[in-house]
């Protein structure tokens, strides 16, 4: 054992990251009618990536920050990008997201951002990449083994 997992816990504890969690609930909750998510060849589509969890922000390890960037592509016009984009929003912010052993503890639009490119199949592509901040905490259960705070409050 290092000194510094000697320093900072005092158990052996293994670290869960919440990005399939994430993943898997962002997918759930954007799929709709007449927008595909993910793949490649299909517009309008919806596109999940560059997902960055965060350092733990408490001493227990449980609450995250997770940044994503949903992205709204469409070969029709910046103005289908830019409803799909507020639709997400919508989706994201109005409804709970659906998580196992997480909880969501907010969802924050932080930055976006608009893209036009041209292809070898369509003249122009739009794209708005939507990064949100998405904070997430640890489910604990009853298995878990006392933080070294708790073990010195009982003590």
């Keep these: 054992m290092s000194i510094l997992s000697r320093i900072f ?8 990251s919440g990005y399939r969690t994430i993943y898997n ?28 969890e965060q350092e733990r922000l408490d001493k227990d390890g449980a609450l ?17 990008a830019t409803t799909m984009n507020e639709d997400n929003l919508r989706l994201l912010t109005e409804n709970e997201l659906e998580l196992t052993g997480w909880t969501c503890l907010g969802i924050l639009p932080v930055q976006l951002q ?4 041209s292809s070898d199949t369509n003249k122009i592509i739009y794209r708005l990449l939507q ?13 878990q083994p006392e933080t070294p705070a708790q073990e010195q409050e009982n003590n």
């Design 9 to 16: 816990q005092r158990w052996p504890r293994h670290q869960v």
């Design 25 to 52: 609930a962002l997918v759930a909750q954007l799929t709709r009618q007449g927008v595909t998510i993910g793949g490649t060849a299909k517009y309008p589509r919806v596109e999940i990536h560059s997902i960055r």
């Design 64 to 80: 995250r920050q997770i940044n994503v960037t949903v992205e709204s592509i469409s070969n029709r016009s910046l103005g289908e």
């Design 114 to 117: 608009d893209m036009t490119e």
């Design 131 to 143: 990064e949100v901040t998405i904070y997430l905490e640890k489910t604990k259960t009853d298995t």
